[in-house]
C-alpha cells in the first residue's frame, strides 16, 4: 500500500484544464547490502524517472511530479479513472504495480455547501452495510457491483461504510460507478489500537 497518487488539479473558468500529479511510493530492501533502485512513475503518456540508494535491510522512499494537460476528470456522472504504472528496478530485477485513481477536487464550504470540481453538488447518500441475502459478508464483486448500481439508480452518489475496512472490491466499483465514500473506521479514540486502524484504513484507502 505504500504507493500514493495525488492529483492536484489546475482550474481556467471553473474547467480542470490540466493536472499536477504527485506520486511516491516506498522500497524495502531485504538483502544484506545497499541497493541503487531506479523508479519511474508512468501516466497519461508522461513518465519520472527517479534514482534513491535503499539502506540493507532498510527502506527508502521515492517521489515523483508529473503534468497532464486536458486530464480525463473523475465525477460522479461521468467516472473516468487513469491509472499510474510505477516500476521498480535493481539490476536484473523488476517489480511493477499498477494504481487506478481518478483527478478530481473537492472541497467545503461553510455557506454553499459541498463542491466538486468546482461545481456545488448535493450530497445524497445511504449507509451501506457490506452484506448481501444468501451469501451474508462473503460478496463477490458482482454482487458489490450490483449494490452500487442499484443505489445509483435510485439517486445516490454517496455512501458510508459501516463499521470497518471496506472490500476493497467494493471501493473499486464505487471508483467505476460514480460513488464517493466516507470510508469508516470501527472506533474514534486515542488509544494506539484506534490510531492503527485509522492509519491502516488511510494508507491502504486513500487512492
Same mark, same amino acid.
Given at each position: 500500500?505504500? +504507493?500514493?497518487?495525488?492529483? !492536484?488539479? /489546475?482550474? $481556467?473558468? &471553473?474547467?480542470?484544464? =490540466? *493536472?499536477?500529479?504527485? +506520486?511516491?511510493?516506498?522500497? !524495502?530492501? /531485504?538483502? $544484506?547490502? &545497499?541497493?541503487?533502485? =531506479? *523508479? ?168
Amino acid at each position: 500500500d505504500s +504507493v500514493f497518487v495525488k492529483p !492536484v488539479p /489546475e482550474f $481556467d473558468n &471553473d474547467k480542470i484544464t =490540466s *493536472v499536477r500529479i504527485d +506520486v511516491s511510493c516506498e522500497i !524495502v530492501n /531485504e538483502t $544484506d547490502i &545497499d541497493r541503487t533502485v =531506479s *523508479v519511474s512513475f508512468a501516466t497519461g503518456g508522461e513518465k519520472f524517472i527517479t534514482e534513491i540508494v535503499v539502506p540493507s535491510f532498510g527502506r527508502a522512499a521515492a517521489n515523483g511530479e508529473l503534468n497532464v494537460n486536458n486530464p480525463r476528470v473523475w465525477d460522479v456522472d461521468t467516472p473516468e479513472l487513469c491509472e499510474m504504472t510505477t516500476t521498480a528496478a535493481c539490476g536484473n530485477l523488476t517489480d511493477t504495480e499498477t494504481t487506478t485513481y481518478g483527478v478530481r477536487s473537492i472541497r467545503f464550504d461553510p455557506d454553499e455547501g459541498f463542491f466538486l470540481n468546482g461545481r456545488r453538488l448535493e450530497i445524497r447518500g445511504a449507509c451501506l452495510h457490506q452484506d448481501f441475502a444468501c451469501v451474508g459478508s462473503a460478496l463477490t464483486y458482482e454482487l458489490h457491483e450490483y449494490k452500487i448500481r442499484r443505489l445509483r439508480e435510485m439517486g445516490c452518489n454517496a455512501i458510508r461504510t459501516t463499521h470497518n475496512a471496506p472490500a476493497p472490491e467494493l471501493l473499486e466499483a464505487c471508483d467505476k460507478l460514480g460513488m464517493m465514500v466516507m470510508d469508516e473506521t470501527r472506533m474514534f479514540g486515542s488509544s494506539d489500537e484506534a490510531v492503527d486502524e485509522m492509519t491502516s484504513i488511510v494508507r491502504r484507502d486513500r487512492n
